[in-house]
């Protein structure tokens, strides 16, 4: 029978196929227009960055050329040919080449300072008043003839550029020249050209070099410059260009030109958003009015909806929750319309699928105890029969003591065997019993020795009957009999956040580990000859009342021997008993 759409999904499909194509041909056109408006913008703002960078040039080139002017002025190479003759003049011609100095500094449009030095009797002429005539005059250090940025100590932390021209030209240190001319301006001239260019043209921009060094405008956000800047350095970057780049979670047009004369970077930011936000208004009014209509459909198909969506959505939820094996799940809703029939018939069906499994489970557990109880009855006939052969031999001999200790150790232990009622005893009882089986053991062989350590924690804990007493007959009978030099049984506790382990350790002749891993294997099996019934016995109780990760396992022990573990699940709500610790020579 072919599936009909019910009148809910068809509106549904009608109103999408509605929406898609308005919301993709404007998607797309808005696309479109974004990528030219925003192509248009980056490229006014690199040319603007640009035309910047360009006067800026202009103007440290300007300054550039100032070494070179006074280097050929005929009053300073006066001054530096006569400046050692007896007959001249010099303090008149220092002054006139201070004025001179000061007179060239002030015709530029930048805040500089011109310097003269002359290594030959170490003098040093300059516009600063600061720097004129100083005797601290760096004789020994490299020769600048690019633009250099540093920071002097007189400066009080604010950077300048330096740039020198030396005769002879070929000279690499000041004290090897004739002559120095120095040419010296602030970063605050940089500074005010870049107040100036953020107030016209709303942006943030500063210098950055290839190193840590930058040059910020007196507004700027150092957090953001900060961010920009390391991302910039260390780049392979070109002589201009422009990247998108996100800080607090905002995206920035970052843009950027090398100047050609300090080798430093104009770089500007700018807000994408604050870009795109006359297309953002659009786009928002665009969302608001397919909100509106979207809100406008819902409600004419809210009606469909109660009536057809949420029983139906009922129905699934509660035929999940019976898939998952939660037989009680019913429908607890009112459609008051033909979904009231099939919620109904559902109910029903639940109900007597669960009155179905529930019999077959109790049938299943009614099934299991009456197998334990027939495993636990299989454990230990071998047993009462060796102690009466030991009582009758006892009495043979007149060994009166013996008799004794046999019959009240073996009269305790099959008191505590023959209790069938109650399946589940404590960590305490078992031990209890093993107590009573390994004096009985030593009444038979007298060089065995026991050791128990068990933590308070796990006295209270609730095992099966009987789980405990096969695992040290077994070390007695494949064990201690076996080697005339085997004495010793060890039982020890440990206990984690989730599961409780009691090890049985003796130290007889043990097995290899491939005969372990085929024990490991024949428990998982079906019981067999090749393995024990009570071992067999012992890890099914364990694994049928803890579930997955309980049972038993074998190990090789310490001293050689064999070690078996019970590993059961942890019972956090009881209450600690004292520490059994008790040891038998």
């Known amino acids: 029978?072919?599936?009909?759409?019910?009148?809910?999904?068809?509106?549904?499909?009608?109103?999408?196929?509605?929406?898609?194509?308005?919301?993709?041909?404007?998607?797309?056109?808005?696309?479109?227009?974004?990528?030219?408006?925003?192509?248009?913008?980056?490229?006014?703002?690199?040319?603007?960055?640009?035309?910047?960078?360009?006067?800026?040039?202009?103007?440290?080139?300007?300054?550039?050329?100032?070494?070179?002017?006074?280097?050929?002025?005929?009053?300073?190479?006066?001054?530096?040919?006569?400046?050692?003759?007896?007959?001249?003049?010099?303090?008149?011609?220092?002054?006139?080449?201070?004025?001179?100095?000061?007179?060239?500094?002030?015709?530029?449009?930048?805040?500089?300072?011109?310097?003269?030095?002359?290594?030959?009797?170490?003098?040093?002429?300059?516009?600063?008043?600061?720097?004129?005539?100083?005797?601290?005059?760096?004789?020994?250090?490299?020769?600048?003839?690019?633009?250099?940025?540093?920071?002097?100590?007189?400066?009080?932390?604010?950077?300048?550029?330096?740039?020198?021209?030396?005769?002879?030209?070929?000279?690499?240190?000041?004290?090897?020249?004739?002559?120095?001319?120095?040419?010296?301006?602030?970063?605050?001239?940089?500074?005010?050209?870049?107040?100036?260019?953020?107030?016209d043209k709303r942006s943030d921009p500063f210098l950055v070099d290839g190193g840590q060094g930058s040059i910020l405008n007196s507004s700027s956000d150092p957090a953001i410059t900060a961010s920009i800047k390391e991302q910039l350095i260390g780049s392979d970057l070109p002589l201009s260009g422009q990247m998108q780049t996100q800080i607090n979670q905002q995206q920035y047009l970052v843009s950027y030109v090398k100047s050609t004369q300090l080798g430093w970077y104009l770089v500007d930011y700018v807000p994408v958003q604050k870009i795109l936000s006359p297309i953002t208004m659009t786009r928002k009014l665009f969302y608001i009015t397919i909100g509106l209509l979207l809100v406008m459909s819902v409600l004419a198909s809210f009606l469909l909806y109660r009536n057809v969506q949420i029983p139906i959505g009922k129905m699934i939820q509660s035929v999940q929750k019976v898939k998952r094996g939660d037989l009680s799940a019913r429908i607890d809703y009112k459609a008051k319309n033909e979904f009231d029939f099939l919620i109904q018939r559902f109910n029903e069906m639940a109900t007597q699928i669960q009155v179905l499994v529930e019999d077959v489970y109790a049938e299943k557990i009614r099934s299991r105890e009456a197998t334990l109880k027939q495993l636990q009855s299989q454990i230990h006939p071998h047993f009462l029969y060796n102690s009466l052969f030991f009582i009758i031999n006892s009495a043979e001999m007149d060994d009166k003591e013996s008799v004794v200790a046999m019959s009240q150790n073996l009269a305790e232990f099959y008191r505590y065997t023959t209790r069938v009622e109650k399946q589940a005893v404590r960590l305490q009882d078992e031990l209890n019993l093993v107590v009573h089986y390994l004096n009985i053991q030593q009444l038979r062989i007298h060089r065995l020795t026991y050791e128990i350590a068990i933590p308070n924690e796990m006295l209270d804990e609730s095992v099966p009957r009987l789980i405990l007493q096969p695992l040290v007959e077994n070390a007695i009978i494949h064990g201690i009999e076996r080697s005339l030099e085997s004495d010793h049984i060890a039982i020890k506790g440990e206990q984690d956040a989730e599961w409780n382990r009691v090890i049985v350790e003796d130290n007889g002749r043990g097995l290899s580990q491939e005969v372990l891993t085929k024990l490991a294997k024949q428990l998982e099996q079906p019981m067999s000859d090749d393995i024990g019934c009570g071992t067999w016995n012992v890890h099914h109780r364990l694994f049928y009342q803890f579930g997955e990760g309980s049972g038993l396992t074998f190990q090789i022990g310490e001293k050689g021997g064999m070690k078996a573990v019970l590993t059961w699940k942890r019972d956090t709500q009881q209450e600690a008993l004292p520490a059994i610790q008790e040891s038998r020579p």
Not at 36 to 48: A, K, R, T
Not at 92 to 99: A, D, T, W
Not at 102 to 131: C, D, H, M, R
Not at 166 to 191: C, G, H, K, W
């Open 1 to 199: 029978m072919p599936y009909k759409l019910n009148i809910f999904s068809k509106i549904l499909i009608l109103l999408v196929l509605l929406l898609i194509p308005i919301v993709l041909l404007y998607s797309y056109t808005n696309h479109i227009t974004n990528n030219v408006v925003q192509d248009q913008i980056q490229s006014s703002n690199l040319n603007q960055l640009s035309f910047f960078m360009h006067q800026l040039d202009g103007d440290v080139e300007r300054l550039a050329m100032s070494p070179v002017i006074l280097g050929s002025d005929p009053y300073v190479r006066e001054y530096i040919d006569r400046n050692d003759s007896p007959s001249y003049d010099m303090l008149k011609e220092q002054s006139r080449m201070i004025q001179k100095l000061s007179l060239q500094s002030v015709s530029s449009g930048w805040v500089n300072e011109l310097t003269i030095a002359i290594p030959k009797g170490k003098q040093v002429l300059s516009s600063s008043i600061f720097v004129n005539g100083t005797d601290t005059w760096p004789w020994h250090r490299k020769i600048q003839r690019t633009w250099t940025y540093e920071v002097r100590e007189s400066d009080k932390g604010v950077g300048s550029f330096i740039r020198e021209i030396s005769e002879p030209i070929r000279a690499q240190t000041v004290d090897q020249t004739n002559v120095l001319y120095q040419v010296r301006f602030s970063v605050q001239n940089m500074v005010q050209l870049l107040d100036v260019y953020k107030k």
